[in-house]
C-alpha cells in the first residue's frame, strides 16, 4: 500500500487520513477544495516522510474528476483510494421541507461523485488484480431522517452502492470497505445544530478507518451504539419509527 488517495483532505477527516497515513515510502494523492489548506495537510504528510501531490477540485464536476483519477492512476498505481468527500446539511429552519438545489448538491457529492470515482478506479483495479477501495458513508444512511432527507437518502445510496460494488469487484481481487461514522467532531458537524452523542475526534475516526481497510471489512459502523440503533429502527412499528425520527427535529426546523 504505497500510493493512497484522499478525497476531501482539506476537511477535518481527510486531513486526519492524511496524516494517519503519511509515512516514508507512500505517496499521498489529497484532493479537496481549500487549496491553502491542502498546501497546509500537505506539508505536514511530507514532514512525516510522505511523497505528496494535491488536487483542488470541486466534486460536483464529476466528469473532471473522473478524469483526475484516471490522470491520477495512469501516473502511477493507486493501491487505496479512499473517498472521504462529502456534505452535510439538514433542512432551513421554518421551511416545509428541504430545498431542492441542496439536495441536488448533497446527491451528486455524496453519492453520484464518490460511485462513479469508485467505479472508475475500481475498474482500473480489477485489471491488476489487486486494490483496495473505501467509502465513507454515514449512520444517517439507515434512518429516514426527516430534516435530512437529502443527506441520509444520499448516504444511503452510498451505502447500497459499496455493497454492491463489494459483492462484484471481490472476485477481481478488490476490496470495498463502507465505512459508517456517527459523530465526527469537525467544524463542519459543529455547524449543524443538535447533540452530536458518541462523538469521535477526526483523528480517532481516522484510525479506525485505517483499521478497516487493512483488514479488509465489508462494512464498519463507528461507534456501537449506532449500529444498536441501526437494528432498532428496523425492528420498530413504523407509526412509532415515524413518531421517534420525527422527535428529532432540530428545534425550528
Known sequence: MNRILITGASGGLGMALAR??????????????????????????????????????????????????????????IDLAI?????GDIRAPGARVEDAGQV?????VNFVAPAALASAIAARMATRG??????????AAFHALPFASGYAGSKAGLARFADAL????????????????????????HATPGPKPFSLSPAQAAARIA?????????????????????FDRLLPRGLRDRLLRALTPPGH
Open 20 to 77: 494517519e497515513y503519511a509515512a516514508p515510502g507512500r505517496t499521498l494523492l489529497l484532493w479537496g477544495r481549500d487549496r491553502a489548506r491542502l498546501e497546509s495537510v500537505a506539508a505536514t504528510s511530507r514532514a512525516a516522510g510522505a511523497v505528496v501531490a494535491i488536487r483542488s477540485l470541486d466534486l460536483t464536476d464529476v466528469a473532471a474528476a473522473i478524469a483526475a483519477i484516471e490522470a491520477d492512476d495512469a501516473a502511477g498505481t
Open 83 to 87: 473517498f472521504a468527500a462529502g456534505l
Open 104 to 108: 441536488a448538491r448533497l446527491g451528486i
Open 130 to 139: 489487486r486494490g483496495q477501495v473505501v467509502l465513507v458513508g454515514s449512520a
Open 166 to 189: 463489494r459483492i462484484g469487484a471481490r472476485e477481481h481481487g478488490v476490496s470495498v470497505t463502507l465505512v459508517s461514522p456517527g459523530f465526527i467532531k469537525t467544524a463542519a458537524a
Open 211 to 231: 483499521a478497516a481497510a487493512a483488514q479488509g471489512r465489508a462494512h464498519v459502523v463507528m461507534r456501537w451504539p449506532f449500529a444498536g440503533l441501526r437494528w
